[in-house]
């Protein structure tokens, strides 16, 4: 039911026979009858927002509570009919604009649409934010086509590279991304993969993201193509992050293209990839030497694949891991280590990753990628590589980082009796001023004692895990991974880890998710979108990121199978 105030008679009728006076301040309807007057209008506007928002306030900022949706019923159509029949005002224009935005409301699109329509270095501002508000607003089904049509017009129209040029696009874009609309796939892909100087790059990016929000297998290849691409004139700027993200979120379609990019098919693929080291090699030819297409090809196939973690991936894994180029091998084991495969192929994957590991070369480049492979093989919370990342701890002619980094995985994932048997190595360990690490080893004597109090017990893991020491915190989102297969109340736990401040406790928790959720986690999937909308720019969503997006996608997919 429409709001009266018991004046609104009063008014209309004094002003009929002209006694030349003017509507309430807090009368909505008399404001928005003094809309069309050139000379009100300004005041109108102002008033009109003073009521919107003092009812919006009143109500605790419910825009679907039946006051605050009277105002609107009353003010909504007249700021739109006001807006499209005066287009020279601009000023008050941009303050309707604005209302609009506050009020979200669908009604007010025939006003959004026009202002879509800009002219240049008079009416951009009206096009940002009228493209702001179509992200805010639920566009009703029916007038979604000519929504995402009036924004690809708008896109097409921008080829400049002024700040309000990239303002409009960054608005634009994020509004068709923000339609769930398939029909905004076509637009996107020109745009994420134009390579024009006049188009910043992080357009291109921004479109790629907005494309994996669509989920519409028909952007596959041109995603595949945006896994090479570079900024003009700069090849250490790419956008293979946000294309691999977007690939991994349309989930299974994007599976065989990707095998075919693994295997060396693509010839779409290959040819970018020359580029890409082509345009290395124009400013490090020592880099360059080092590459090839299917290095370059397979490192990005490997970890969506991995990301994606399909059984099918299995076998072309597997045989890219017996590769003997080095940065392939590794790509493919961490990729399988993702995978969830039958049971009876987990030998053949611990064989494998055993295997890669030993043949990793000697020195710097060595260490850390043998880092890299421990820290995987700890994510698989699997029990039979315990000995061998124990082995490595022991092995007295490793790397003195490798051995520590195995020392610190085994006592995240230790029980009891790993525990034990930590005791044992760091007891035989030589004295630092022996030329050991006992020392060091011994720093993890306090996970050691956690491991002993709880050993194999969910529910005393599951109250371990919010605590304010991170290293507790951590211990406990591992060991959930290990032992909280299927656990309500440790994927409640671990969900409720996922914004810690600590980027450890955060990480061990998500993966400990994907490990234990089987049939997905909805509580973790809402809980990334809204670390994501209130994060992003931020460094910690930016190191984030890299796992949660695709860990999430995995985590929708099978709460959407189950």
């Known amino acids: 039911m429409k709001m009266r105030h018991k004046g609104w008679a009063v008014a209309v009728v004094i002003a009929a026979l002209g006694f030349g006076c003017h509507a309430a301040d807090d009368d909505p309807e008399g404001q928005a009858g003094e809309l069309a007057d050139p000379v009100r209008r300004e005041n109108a506007i102002f008033n009109l927002k003073g009521i919107y928002t003092q009812t919006l306030a009143a109500n605790g900022g419910d825009r679907n509570s039946p006051e605050v949706e009277a105002v609107a019923d009353v003010i909504v159509k007249p ?19 604005d209302l609009l935005h506050e009020m979200q409301d669908p009604r007010s699109l025939p006003a959004l649409l026009d202002a879509l329509n800009w002219r240049t270095e008079v009416s951009e501002d009206h096009a940002i934010r009228a493209a702001q508000t179509i992200q805010m607003i639920e566009v009703p089904e029916g007038e979604l086509q000519s929504v995402v049509q009036a924004l690809a017009r708008s896109l097409e129209r921008i080829t400049g590279s002024r700040s309000e040029d990239n303002k409009m696009r960054i608005a634009m874009i994020r509004a068709l991304g923000s339609l769930e609309n398939r029909g905004a796939t076509e637009i996107l892909t ?61 989930g299974r379609p994007s599976l065989k293209p990707l095998l075919d990019m693994l295997q060396g098919r693509d010839a779409t693929a290959n040819a970018i990839a020359k580029s890409y080291i082509d345009s290395i090699k124009a400013r490090r030819p020592d880099l360059a030497t080092k590459m090839t297409v299917r290095q370059v090809t397979g490192a990005e196939a ?38 969830k495969v039958p049971g009876a192929q987990r030998e053949r994957v611990r064989s494998m990753l055993k295997q890669v590991y030993g043949s990793l070369p000697k020195g710097y480049d060595g260490v850390r990628m043998q880092g890299q492979l421990l820290a995987a093989m700890a994510h698989t919370y699997d029990a039979e590589l315990m000995p061998f990342i124990l082995e490595q ?20 994932l230790a029980n009891k009796a790993d525990a034990a048997k930590l005791a044992a190595a760091i007891a035989n360990e030589q004295p630092s001023e022996a030329g050991g690490y006992r020392e060091k080893f011994a720093e993890h004597k306090p996970l050691m004692t956690l491991a002993e109090e709880c050993d194999t017990a969910v529910a005393c893991w599951v109250g371990k895990i919010g605590s304010a020491d991170p290293n507790v ?19 409640a736990a671990l969900v409720g880890q996922l914004g810690s401040e ?61």
Request: one cysteine or more; glycine letters at 6%; proline letters at 4%.
């Open 79 to 97: 700021l739109t009919d006001t807006y499209l029949a005066f287009p020279e005002d601009r000023i008050n224009g941009m303050a309707i604009l």
């Open 190 to 250: 020109v745009i994420a993969t134009r390579q024009d100087e006049n188009q910043n790059f992080l357009i291109n990016r921004l479109a790629a993201q907005q494309l994996g929000e669509l989920r519409d297998p028909a952007a596959i290849p041109a995603l595949i193509r945006c896994l090479f691409l570079f900024a003009p004139n700069r090849p250490d700027l790419r956008m293979n992050d946000v294309a691999a993200e977007a690939l991994i979120l349309i």
């Open 302 to 339: 490997s970890f969506a694949l991995g990301a994606l973690g399909f059984s099918e991936a299995l076998e072309p894994l597997l045989q890219e891991a017996g590769s003997s180029d080095t940065a392939r091998k590794l790509n493919a084991a961490i990729a399988l280590v993702r995978l």
């Open 393 to 412: 701890l022991n092995n007295k002619k490793a790397n003195p980082e490798v051995r520590l980094i195995a020392a610190q995985n085994y006592a995240l």
């Open 473 to 491: 915190a951590r211990k406990a989102a591992y060991m959930l991974g290990r032992y909280g297969l299927g656990s309500s109340e440790a994927i």
């Open 502 to 562: 600590d980027l450890g406790v955060r990480l061990g928790s998500l993966m400990a998710l994907d490990k234990i959720a089987e049939d997905g986690a909805p509580d973790a999937v809402l809980k990334i979108d809204e670390l994501r909308s209130r994060e992003e720019g931020q460094s910690v969503w930016t190191m984030f990121r890299v796992e949660a997006l695709p860990i999430q996608a995995r985590l929708r997919s099978r709460q959407e199978k189950s």
